[in-house]
Nanobody, 128 residues
Framework: QVQLVESGGGLVQPGGSLRLSCAAS????????IAWFRRAPGKEREGVSC??????YTVQSVKGRFTISGDNAKNTVYLQMNSLKPEDTAVYYC???????????????????????WGQGTQVTVSS
């Protein structure tokens, strides 16, 4: 049974940092690409970043502030978020896509429907 569990969200002041974790069970990061998506209040879910076999992609709006990384030994993917802004407030989800045929590459992370497994999400609120 595949399970993705996000953690690390919370309330932070503008300019602050958070590190989100996505712990995977029932699948191996050797075989799956992992992406982070987010859904801000009143907006559509959007892709943020992904990692696949060491290759990463990060959307332009957070590039330079957010960094994705993976620890295959722990089967966990992280999203380090620095210099947070109020517009980063959202529920953050991680999702898994079979690496063979995955759209996660240095140029993009593909569409939501391509991801087979999803976590329950973790709330990030950036506010003073």
């Amino acid at each position: 049974q595949v399970q993705l569990v996000e953690s690390g969200g919370g309330l932070v002041q503008p300019g602050g940092s958070l590190r989100l974790s996505c712990a995977a069970s029932g699948l191996s990061l050797d075989d799956y690409a992992i992406a982070w998506f987010r859904r801000a209040p009143g907006k559509e879910r959007e892709g943020v970043s992904c990692i696949s076999a060491g290759m990463t992609y990060t959307v332009q709006s957070v590039k330079g502030r957010f960094t994705i990384s993976g620890d295959n030994a722990k089967n966990t993917v992280y999203l380090q978020m620095n210099s947070l802004k109020p517009e980063d407030t959202a529920v953050y989800y991680c999702a898994a896509d079979k690496m063979a045929g995955s759209s996660c590459d240095p140029y993009g992370l593909g569409q939501m429907y391509e991801y087979d497994y999803w976590g329950q999400g973790t709330q990030v609120t950036v506010s003073s």
